[in-house]
């Protein structure tokens, strides 16, 4: 076991129309009508330089709405089959780490308007960095057991067994 404690503050904040984990879309692309801001402290507003030629970003977050109760098992949204925890996107897990490739609409001073956001209003704001296909899109994925149709993923709305 690693000895290093790692911890990070939060550089700002995720704004969305969800008020709760449960009830909203599962993943970013069934999300596609979801507008959301994400605002840095003013002290990383400068980092945003050049992000308005990107058209998408990655967002890292803090789930921080997920419960305590970790399991290395899940039943995550898209099976009926418990899952490795580690082979799932569920929320609840060791690092509360979450990860959304969103649009960008605009970057205005420390504000980023995002169009695609799947996390609670409120969700603090780890890191943020521009989505770039060919580093991030390898052209031979294969997805596991992970294989709910696109339209079901679209469709798909989150319950309260991760909260
Ligand atoms: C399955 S996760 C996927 C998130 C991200 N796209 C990922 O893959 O890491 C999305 C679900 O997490 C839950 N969620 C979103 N924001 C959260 C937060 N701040 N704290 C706890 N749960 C959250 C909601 O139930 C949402 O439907």
């Known amino acids: ?15 969305s129309p969800f008020d709760s984990p449960e009830g909203m879309p599962v993943q970013p692309i069934g ?5 959301g801001t994400v605002e840095v402290d003013d002290a990383y507003a400068d ?9 998408h970003c990655i967002l890292l977050y803090h789930f921080h709405r997920a ?17 490795g925890l ?5 929320p609840q897990r060791p690092n509360r780490i979450g990860l959304s490739v969103v649009q960008i609409d605009s970057v205005d001073g420390r504000e980023v308007n995002v169009r695609g956001i ?12 521009p989505f770039v296909p060919d ?5 031979d994925a294969d997805t596991g057991w992970m294989d709910a149709s ?10 309260d067994r991760f909260c």
């Open 150 to 159: 696109t339209s079901t993923v679209r469709s798909k709305r989150a319950d």
């Open 86 to 90: 580690f082979s799932t996107r569920a």
């Open 31 to 35: 999300a596609s009508d979801a507008v």
């Open 1 to 15: 076991m690693t000895e290093e404690i790692v911890a990070y503050e939060p550089i700002g904040v995720i704004q």
């Open 118 to 129: 799947d996390v609670v209003d409120g969700t603090p704001l780890v890191d943020l960095k």
């Open 135 to 139: 580093f991030d899109v390898p052209d």
């Open 47 to 55: 980092g945003l330089m050049d992000l308005e030629g990107f058209s």
């Open 67 to 83: 419960g305590d109760d970790v399991s290395m098992q899940v039943e995550p949204f898209l099976d009926e089959t418990d899952r």
